[in-house]
């Protein structure tokens, strides 16, 4: 085994890509499950309960009500490395499920109070210790993504007043990121913390057509964390950038039963220039361990969705998205081998007075994503460098159903 420094200086260079990594490949869109149905081109709907988490000022167009929703994930990568014996297929559990939930109602005739509770961060990856062989053994092996896992969930309470056709919404995120945890064959690091961002918005409608747009906040989220290998355990300090998000959408109703929507979505994943490490207060503080740079970009979406009342009680719902990742290749990790995606969704909903219930499917199909990086590993960050090189391919199936209900 390495001696301790030594660990807890590669351990901290996986701490430090955290931020990065999980914030950008992991994110999940899905904030309802008529978001999923749709693939989430909901920033111009007033008409569904499930569209208020993607622009909360659809509320002043509703009485009130609430959509809770259950998501059941399953994902699949593997890598076939250079050098390798073949295809590897990471071992993370495949099967994941997150809860959403948005309710509002009505406070003043032309005022509504809601809050949304989701988890737009929450998946992991693992791979085997023996899956890139330059980090297979040696000194190197401390460096191999063993596990990563973000679980962050956001409590946003939101107010949305309409004034005529327009109705628009001001509100604040809390982020939780509860649960950060990051392994090497050697060492774990672990830890926790939360902020708060905002976020506004606008929505209105004028007959047939439907005009949205809504901006969160970038946020800076301070990390407590541990590093424990055998034998130790230190304390220190890094911060999770959660980028800036804003979507406009145009939607319009074609005729009494067929309605249309497009969104363009943009991410600002570009605020990744670097991460600073430094041990915490508790642990004598002092300069920065180390600062790891970054070369990520701002990138979009394109969404698709179209739904379609074939009876008074019964809509059927179908989507389609084309997302861009904003990881390039001058840091790529194994940690989140990120990729261009479509995505394809389709649902329905069935009403029974007040209540509804809904269920969606999406398959999110990744580009494939060969890495040829000519930088050999020379110190002990291994993002962007051929210890990483090979071809990686994912595809992921979303499932959910959820209940909602509209007050009187």
Do not use: C
Not at 240 to 253: I, M, R, S, T
Not at 326 to 351: L, Y
Not at 365 to 376: D, E, G, I, M, Q
């Amino acid at each position: 085994m390495r001696p301790r420094s030594s660990l807890l200086a590669a351990s901290l260079i996986v701490v430090a890509g955290l931020g990065a990594a999980h914030a950008s490949g992991f994110a999940i869109s899905e904030l309802s499950i008529t978001g999923l149905s749709e693939s989430d081109a909901l920033v111009a709907n007033t008409y569904s309960l499930g569209a208020l988490a993607y622009n909360p000022a659809a509320m002043a167009f509703h009485k009130g009500g609430y959509d809770l929703g259950l998501l059941g994930i399953y994902d699949h990568t593997q890598v076939t490395p250079a050098g390798g014996a073949g295809p590897i297929v990471a071992t993370t559990p495949h099967w994941q499920t997150m809860p959403d939930l948005f309710w509002a109602d009505k406070i003043a005739p032309h005022t509504r109070f809601g809050f949304g509770i989701n988890e737009p961060y929450g998946l992991q990856i693992a791979w085997p210790a023996q899956t890139f062989p330059t980090l297979a053994q040696g000194p190197a092996a401390a460096l191999a993504p063993t596990y990563t896992q973000l679980r962050l969930f956001d409590v946003a309470p939101s107010f949305s007043y309409r004034f005529g056709p327009v109705a628009v919404d001001a509100g604040a995120d809390y982020y939780d990121a509860h649960r950060t945890v990051l392994g090497t064959p050697f060492a774990t690091v672990s830890g926790s913390g939360a902020q708060v961002g905002a976020h506004v918005g606008a929505l209105g409608q004028w007959g047939t057509l439907g005009v949205g747009i809504n901006y969160r906040s970038a946020v800076n989220v301070p990390l407590d964390g541990t590093f424990s290998a055998t034998g130790s355990s230190v304390p220190i300090n890094a911060t999770l950038h959660l980028p800036w998000q804003w979507a406009v959408g145009v939607n319009e109703a074609l005729n009494t039963k067929l309605g249309v929507e497009f969104d363009f979505d943009r991410t600002g994943w570009s605020r990744f220039s670097n991460i600073v490490v430094t041990p915490a207060p508790g642990a004598g503080g002092g300069p920065a361990l180390l600062t790891s740079t970054y070369d990520w970009q701002s990138s979009n979406a394109y969404r698709l969705g179209v739904h379609y009342a074939l009876s008074r009680h019964v809509r059927l719902r179908a989507g389609y998205a084309y997302d861009v990742t904003g990881a390039t290749n001058t840091d790529f990790s194994a940690r989140v081998p990120d990729a261009n995606r479509q995505e394809f969704s389709f649902g329905a909903s069935q009403r029974l007075g007040a209540w509804s219930l809904s269920a969606g499917y999406m398959y999110v199909l990744f580009n494939t994503r060969t890495y040829a990086s000519a930088t050999p590993l020379s110190g002990t960050d291994p993002n962007g460098t051929s210890a990483y090189n090979g071809t990686y391919q994912t595809h992921a199936q979303l499932f959910g159903v959820s209940i909602s209900r509209r007050f009187s």
